[in-house]
C-alpha cells in the first residue's frame, strides 16, 4: 500500500479520492498536511484564474467596442453584436464568480490590471492598430466594467 504523500506523486486522481476517504474517517495521522494545504491553497487561486479569465475577453471586448466606435465606425454595426454578447456573456460569468466567491470582490481591481494587458495586446492585434494607441491602463472602474456600462463613443487615448 502506498502512503499518501506517495499517491500524490504518481496518481494525483488516486490521491485526491483516498484523502477525502482518510479525511471523512478522521485518520488525520495518515494525511499528507504539508501537501493538502497546498492544494486547498491552489483551489483558492483557481478561482482567482477563473475571474481573470472572465475579465480578460470582457475588456477586450470593451475595447474593441471603443476604439471602433472611435475610429472605424463604419464596422461597429458588423461586428459590434458580437462583441456585446461577448461582453455579456463574460459579465455573467464573472458575476457567478463572485456571488460564490464574495471574498475575491477585493482582488478585482488588480484583477482587472492584470487582464487589460492581455486584452491591450489582443484588442490591437484583431483590429490591427498601434497597440501604443490604445491606453495603457484601464481606462474604467471596476463598476463600469462588470455592469451594464457600455463604452461606445468614448475617447480611447
Known sequence: MHTNAELYD???YAWTQTTAALIRAGKWDDLDREV?????ESLGKSE???LSNRLSP????????AITAQRFPYDLSRAGRGWRATVKTQRLRAAQILRDNPSLR?????ALADA???????????LDIDEATVPETCPWTPEQVLGDFWPEGEPTS
Open 10 to 12: 504518481q496518481d494525483f
Open 48 to 50: 482567482q484564474r477563473a
Open 116 to 126: 487589460y494587458e492581455v486584452a491591450r495586446v489582443n484588442a490591437a492585434a484583431v
Open 36 to 40: 493538502l494545504a497546498e492544494e486547498v
Open 58 to 65: 470582457l475588456l477586450e471586448h470593451l475595447l474593441k467596442l
Open 106 to 110: 477585493p482582488t478585482v481591481p488588480r
